[in-house]
Nanobody
Framework: QVQLVESGGGLVQAGGSLRLSCTAS????????MGWFRQGPGKEREFVAA???????YYGDSVKGRVTISRDNAKKTVYLQMNSLKPEDTAVYYC???????????????????WGQGAQVTVSS
């Protein structure tokens, strides 16, 4: 059974940084694109970033220039480094996996095969 486990969330002041991690129990992890989405209270799930199995990266407009997604296939882990955090970045951040995903599918939460349980990120002003 596939599991995605996020870690690294927490409370940070505006302007600070956090790094989220997502470790997957997927045997063929290197065949999957991995994405990060976020969902604030009363909002739809929003695309944050994704990285394909060939390590091509994509970013949402609201975070471009402030976040970096990366992956370590040996550890079956994807990372989201977030800098210059703003209060509007407050949300639950979800990690997703999509087999052989590519644009535009990797920007849509409906296309993902697996999800983690989410990690809360709170940015105080």
């Amino acid at each position: 059974q596939v599991q995605l486990v996020e870690s690294g969330g927490g409370l940070v002041q505006a302007g600070g940084s956090l790094r989220l991690s997502c470790t997957a129990s997927i045997r063929t992890f290197d065949e999957y694109a991995m994405g990060w989405f976020r969902q604030g209270p009363g909002k739809e799930r929003e695309f944050v970033a994704a990285i394909t199995w060939t390590a091509t990266t994509y970013y949402g407009d609201s975070v471009k220039g402030r976040v970096t997604i990366s992956r370590d296939n040996a550890k079956k882990t994807v990372y989201l480094q977030m800098n210059s955090l703003k209060p509007e970045d407050t949300a639950v951040y979800y990690c997703g996996a999509i087999r052989r995903g590519f644009q535009p599918a990797i920007r849509s939460p409906l296309e993902y095969d697996y999800w983690g349980q989410g990690a809360q990120v709170t940015v105080s002003s």
